[in-house]
């Protein structure tokens, strides 16, 4: 089956930028699944949340309020990579970040609940 990993977190001061990855290996599955793919969060006491999910080809993606505006996804086909760029980081960003993925036909769920293949997380602190 495919694996995900996430890399790309760290420690950045509030305003700062970050760009996560999030690179899928078992290609031929992967695009012969039709997944969708998403980033969430969770931070420590908190229920994990969804940031965006996005079909296989980015034609759909559906961000949540906290990731509208300021979080971008995209996709690399080339490398079977899917990217998080987080902008105007405040402090309330600070969690562990997950990619995952969930083969779907028509739309991609937007609850965490529903995604059966997961990274391992990174962890994003952001100082004031």
Known sequence: QVQLVESGGGSVQAGGSLRLSCVASGSLTYTRTNPCVGWFRQAPGSERERLVVTNTGGTFNDYSDAAKGRFTISQDSTENTVYLQMN????????????AA??????CPESWRLYNLWGQGTQVTVSS
């Open 88 to 99: 105007s980081l405040n402090v309330e960003d600070t969690a562990m970040y997950y990619c």
């Open 102 to 107: 969930v083969s779907s036909a028509n739309y």
